[in-house]
């Protein structure tokens, strides 16, 4: 992979990533397409902790806060019931599934579900259960009024994005919609829940990389660029999303997901990609 690659493929990351469209589904799709080499799935948990971080100083007001609570609430009884604390609790609840699977089908996970025939039957049908959650959600709860069986339930539908395709956004948020979340507090719930998840896997892989553990084709240096352009662009995404959400609905991702996932069907099946 070339330095302009690097940097389309850090784009395309940080463009992704927080729309419920599916970052690692695109960063297989976009390559095929174009002919390049599947960039792996190192490369693309790495370039992940650029868009976490855009998250990290996006939220940074937040997330002290929630951490600075939840942290004190351990000695202090009274603080155990608040909003920041139960946050933090529930943030804490929410990545055990993904943690726990991402463990144990890691193999998997690496080799086998990177398909892109499994990419593209998930694209669309996850993409039409974005659009049913959107649709009968009631959309009336904040994220104050969240319980750990919410928590636990959202952190279950988190797993399944280690399926490229699923999307971590579009599960996380479709769960928040089911459970009668508004549009933008699921948002916001999803993407704070992505960083214990993102973070530990993203740093995970690094740490194998820069050890020699795991071989990445790309340079460091391409990787390094890719990570910084998703940073950049992520922090636009995020900004742009949470404004989009509160007075549109998520049709569109829904219709953009079911086209992408058909065209692909059409590619394969054609055998223009493989």
Not at 78 to 90: F, I, T
Not at 209 to 236: Q, R, S, Y
Not at 246 to 272: D, M, N, P
Request: positive net charge; proline residues 3%.
């Amino acid at each position: 992979m070339n330095f302009l690659q690097s940097i389309i493929l850090g784009l395309l990351q940080g463009l992704t990533e927080f729309l419920p469209i599916s970052s690692s589904g695109h960063l297989l799709i976009m390559p095929a397409i174009l002919g390049w080499d599947d960039p792996g799935a190192a490369f693309t948990a790495t370039i992940q902790l650029g868009t976490e971080a855009a998250v990290l100083i996006y939220f940074r007001k937040d997330l002290w806060r929630i951490a600075r609570t939840w942290i004190v609430s351990w000695s202090d009884r009274d603080l155990r019931r608040s909003p920041d604390a139960r946050m933090g609790w529930y943030l804490v609840i929410a990545t055990v599934p993904i943690a726990l699977l991402g463990f144990a089908f890691q193999n998997l996970i690496e080799t086998a579900a990177r398909n892109l025939w499994l990419v593209s039957g998930t694209l669309i049908v996850f993409g039409l259960v974005l659009g049913l959650a959107d649709r009968i959600g009631a959309r009336t709860r904040r994220t104050e009024e969240l319980s750990f069986r919410d928590g636990a339930l959202i952190g279950v539908a988190q797993s399944l994005a280690l399926i490229p395709g699923v999307s971590r956004s579009g599960a996380t948020i479709s769960a928040g919609l089911f459970l009668g979340l508004q549009r933008e507090a699921a948002a916001r719930f999803s993407f704070l829940l992505a960083i214990p998840a993102v973070v530990l896997s993203g740093t995970y892989e690094l740490l194998k990389i820069v050890t020699g553990k795991e071989h990445v084709a790309e340079p460091l240096l391409n990787v390094a660029v890719a990570t910084a352009v998703a940073f950049v662009v992520g922090m636009a995404v995020i900004a742009w999303f949470l404004r989009y959400l509160t007075t549109h609905s998520l049709k569109i991702f829904v219709w953009y997901r079911i086209g992408l996932g058909c065209l692909v069907l059409v590619l394969l099946s054609a055998g223009a990609i493989s």
